[in-house]
C-alpha cells in the first residue's frame, strides 16, 4: 500500500556525482528505517545505506566516504548523493521502508558510471 517513487539516475562520466531522491507516499516518520539497495547484472542485490528513525546512518565499505544517505522528513523523501562515483557503482537503485514486517520498495532507478 505504500508507494515508493525513485528519481535521479542517469549516466554520469567517472568521478562525477548523482543525487537520487525516493518518495514515499506517507510520512516517513512512520518507519524505522529507509534504504538505498543496488544491484548490477550478475551480481548479487546489495545494501548500500541505511537511515533510521533518529537520523543515524549506516554504509556498505565500498560507499563510505563517497555517499551519503539523508531524509527530509517534511517532503517524505529520502535522497542518497553519490560522489566520486565509479564504473562498480552501476547498478539500478533501489529505495526501501521498513517497519516491522512491513517492508516496501520502489521500482528502482538506473545509475550507469562510465569508465
Known amino acids: 500500500q505504500v508507494q515508493l517513487v525513485e528519481s535521479g539516475g542517469g549516466l554520469v562520466q567517472a568521478g562525477g556525482s548523482l543525487r537520487l531522491s525516493c518518495v514515499v507516499s506517507?510520512?516517513?516518520?512512520?518507519?524505522?528505517?529507509m534504504a538505498w539497495y543496488r544491484q548490477a547484472p550478475g551480481k548479487a542485490r546489495e545494501l548500500v545505506a541505511v537511515?533510521?528513525?533518529?537520523?543515524?546512518?549506516n554504509y556498505a565499505d565500498s560507499v563510505k566516504g563517497r555517499f551519503t544517505i539523508s531524509r527530509d522528513n517534511a517532503k517524505n523523501t529520502a535522497y542518497l548523493q553519490m560522489n566520486s562515483l565509479k564504473s562498480e557503482d552501476t547498478a539500478v537503485y533501489y529505495c526501501n521502508v521498513n517497519r516491522g514486517i512491513l517492508n516496501s520498495w520502489g521500482q528502482g532507478t538506473q545509475v550507469t558510471v562510465s569508465s
Open positions: 506517507r510520512s516517513i516518520l512512520s518507519f524505522n528505517t
Open positions: 537511515i533510521n528513525s533518529a537520523g543515524s546512518t
